[in-house]
Structure formats: C-alpha cells, structure tokens
C-alpha cells in the first residue's frame, strides 16, 4: 500500500472511530488532566530526592527545566501529528502513517507491554502508599495479603495492588465519561495539595541549604557540577514519560484537532513548573544530601517542625490518590492502543469490539485489567522497576522522525498546528531520546529484543496479511462495521 492511500485509510478509520466511542466525552481540561495524572506520579514523590542528593543538588529546579525543554519538543512533535491524524492510536498510528506496517506494529507491540507494565508498577507502588496510610490510622493489613510470593519480603499475594487494578479497569468499562470525572477529581485533589506543600513549605525554607545552588563536581560525571545538572536532567526525564497518554484520546476528545495539541503542551508546562517548584522548595526545607530516601516530601516536612505535622497526612492522601489516577491513566492508554491495532487487522476483531450500552472496548479492558492484576499481584515492584520505559523513548524517537517524513511525503495536507523549526527540533527530540536510550540498562534491552521476537513472529503469521487486507477493503469502501457486543 503506497504512503497517500496508507493515510487516506488512516484518516477514514479516525473517522469511523469518533462514530463508533464516545465522541466528546474528553475536553481541554480533561485531557490536561489526563496528562498530568501521568506525569505527576510516583516520580514526584520519589525521583525528586534521588536526583537532589545524588547528582544535582539544589539545582535539580535546572535539571527539571532542562528535562521539561526536552519533553517539549517531543510534545510538539506529538501535537503536530495529533491534530493531523486525530485517531486513538497514538504512537502507533503515526508510525504508520509515516513508515507503514512494520514501524507500527513494531512500536505497537512494544507499548503494549509498556504500559502493563507502567501500570502494574504504579499499582504495587499506590499499594505500598496505601498500606501505610491504613497504618497511619490505626488499620494494620496482613503481611500475606500485602507482599507478592516472590521478593526479598514474601508473602502470598500482593492484594492491595491487584484491588487498584481492579477499579481502575472497572471503572474504564462503565465509561469514558465517567473515567474521565473521577480522573479529573482526583488530580485536582493532588494537585491542590502538592501546591499547598510549595506554599506552605516555602515559608520554613532555610536559604543556607541553597548554597552553593551548583554544588562543586566531585570527579567523576555526574557527581554535582554542571554534569551532575545534564545527569540528573536525565534522571528526572523519566517522571515526564506517558505524557504522550492525551493523545490516545484523540478519538473521544472534544474539538481534537484544537484540543489534543494544547492538553499535551499545557502537561509538559504545568508539570515542569511544579516539579521546579517541589525541587526547589525540598531543597531549601533540607540539606539536598538527605533527600535520597523512598519518601522525600515527607522527611522535608518533618525538618519544617511539628507545626505542618498535618501537611504530612495530606501528602500521604495526594500520593494514594495521584497514584490511583495514573493507574486509570496508564491502563485507558493500553486499551485503546490495542484497540486500534485490532481495528486495523494487526490482532483479532474481538479487541475492537465496543459495547453498546457502555461505548468502551469492554473486552480488552478487561483482559488488559486480569493481565495487570496478575502481575502486579505477584511480581515484586523492585523487578518491575527494571523494566524501564524504553517503548517510550522509542515512540518519542519515532514520533520526531514522523513529522519530518510526513512533511516530505504529505505536505499538502491540513495541519490545524505545526511544528515552527521542525528541522531543529524533530532532529534535537531524536537525539535527547537516543541518548535517554543509551543510559538504561541491559535488561531493558533483553527484555526488549525477547518480546518483540514473540512479536515478530505474530507479525508474520497473522498481521501482516490481515492488516493490509483490512485496509484495502477501507479504502475501497468495503469494509463491513465492527460489530458491537
């Protein structure tokens, strides 16, 4: 299939989806939301600290600018593409309007496995949050119920992250809409609280711990100086991952074509500047060496006195809740991802199927949300968090290449907004991803090449055919409607 009809039948099928999902379900505020519950998550309560004390000190606020610049010219890359090809792929739609087939399963199949994976560490990590919460009021949970079979600390089951699972997937069936509210209630609860901790935070900071604001190197790269700066930059990028979830909801957005570009530019702006605030605030509460523990919001508010002893409680309220949130985000962005790989032949027509009554892909959301519960019901949180987002850096990397191919092979077709200096900034998004890439470690990698092999070979034995299949019958105006449950 030549580029022109490859697009064509891309542009008919986002089409045919707003038809089908909730068309309108999701506004600008919604999708910022849907944003933020992504990329105000467990980083904010727990990268901020590591990057302080180890690398950058009290100019981590830099190195959260620097991861912020960074972000951006991906999101605008994200934002050009989003109002060109309004449809809930994301990613994987965009790879293949510009590459074809094999680029889009290729990153397809990767993020899948991405975000279950994302979602079920979030899930163990919102369980430990919540555990000690219930301790903090009296409720004690039994060990068994509350630690995976395998680990340092075993247990049987880890109960409490596979309930999270659980609701969230429920949740996502009964509706965009009303996903879309809770979300929307729960972010603002944490995001309400955690500007209350600059507010009040900034009150008791102690200008003294600010000095020096670029603490001297001390040797090796990235220990302090300017390099501990660009290492801790690179540190806290990884908080700014899954900002690129507003864009699977291009098909159940509001106005997309507006919309979609401004939630993902407003995400990566109010996100940078409260995790500037946070590092800055944290800081300036305590020596930055002290920060590298699992909770460094709660230690700076212990040195404030026993004044803000309250504000601690709230912390603990925001992290249960914006880790819930980021749950519900993560797994809506793996639904409709698998969605429209189902509705392009790449996987069986049963992943595409929506229910009449409830207009949500109720299949799927339930085999991602039994999938998610297994694992993180039974995998310990420190070997999920080796699985590291690579799938992500790829679909940014994929996504800058995108535009510059597009603009070449497309350049008539409308673009409600464009990239300004698209050849400065794609060219620098690839770059920042492949050096985000090039950090992580070999397991990433391992576990990369052994699922996309399995990858592969699916490719091959059914959706090569069946894709190319589908969307000839598209494009000839063949095609029969999916039917619904």
């Not at 190195?63 to 999101?75: C, D, N, P, R």
């Not at 994301?90 to 199949?109: D, L, R, V």
Request: proline share 5%; aromatic share 10%.
């Amino acid at each position: 299939m030549d580029r022109d009809t490859r697009l064509d039948a891309i542009l008919t099928q986002a089409r045919k989806d707003r038809g089908r999902l909730d068309a309108g379900a999701v506004g600008l505020f919604s999708l910022t939301t849907l944003g933020i519950a992504s990329v105000v998550g467990a980083g904010i309560f727990v990268t901020t600290g590591e990057a302080a004390a180890e690398f950058a000190g009290p100019s981590v606020a830099i190195s959260f600018v620097l991861a912020g610049i960074a972000a951006a010219l991906t999101a605008v890359c994200y934002a050009e593409l989003a109002a060109m090809i309004p449809i809930a792929g994301s990613t994987y739609s965009y790879a293949y309007a510009a590459f074809g087939t094999f680029m889009a399963w290729f990153i397809g199949w990767d993020l899948l496995l991405e975000y279950l994976f994302a979602a079920s560490t979030v899930a163990v990590g919102w369980a430990g949050y919540f555990e000690s919460f219930l301790g903090s009021i009296g409720i004690g949970f039994p060990h068994a119920l509350a630690n995976p079979p395998f680990g340092d600390d075993p247990g049987a089951v880890n109960l409490l992250a596979m309930l999270i699972v659980g609701l969230a997937t429920a949740l996502l069936v009964m509706g965009t809409r009303q996903s879309a509210r809770t979300n929307n209630a729960m972010v603002t609860l944490k995001m309400a609280i955690l500007v209350v901790f600059v507010i009040v935070g900034a009150a008791y900071v102690a200008p003294a711990n600010w000095e020096p604001f670029v603490p001297p190197n001390e040797g090796d790269f990235g220990e302090y100086g300017l390099s501990g700066i660009v290492r801790g930059a690179g540190i806290v990028f990884f908080a700014y991952v899954g900002f690129d979830a507003v864009s699977t909801a291009a098909a159940e957005a509001r106005d997309p074509q507006r919309t979609v570009p401004r939630g993902l530019l407003l995400t990566v702006l109010i996100s940078t500047v409260l995790y500037v605030a946070i590092g800055l605030v944290l800081t300036g509460l305590v020596p930055y060496r002290t920060l590298d523990v699992a909770d460094p919001i709660s230690k700076a508010i212990e040195a404030a006195g026993p004044g803000v002893t309250w504000l601690d409680n709230a912390i603990d309220v925001a992290a249960v809740v914006g880790l819930a949130s980021t749950v519900l985000v993560t797994f809506y962005g793996q639904t409709r991802i698998l969605m429209r790989m189902s509705s392009d032949g790449m996987l069986p027509p049963l992943f595409s199927r929506l229910s009449a009554r409830f207009r949500t892909p109720v299949f799927t959301t339930i085999v991602c949300g039994v999938a998610g519960a297994i694992v993180a019901g039974l995998v310990p949180i420190e070997v999920l968090g080796q699985l590291v987002s690579i799938g992500t850096l790829m679909a940014f990397l994929l996504v800058c290449a995108g535009v510059l191919v597009l603009r070449r092979t497309h350049p008539h077709v409308e673009r409600p907004f464009r990239v300004k200096r698209v050849g400065l900034v794609a060219p620098l998004g690839i770059l920042s991803a492949l050096a985000l890439m090039a950090m992580l470690p070999v397991d990433t990698w391992i576990r990369l090449l052994v699922w996309l092999a399995i990858g592969m070979t699916i490719f091959f034995l059914y959706a090569r055919r069946h894709t190319e299949e589908r969307f000839a019958a598209l494009v000839s105006g063949e095609r029969a409607a999916v039917p619904d449950d």
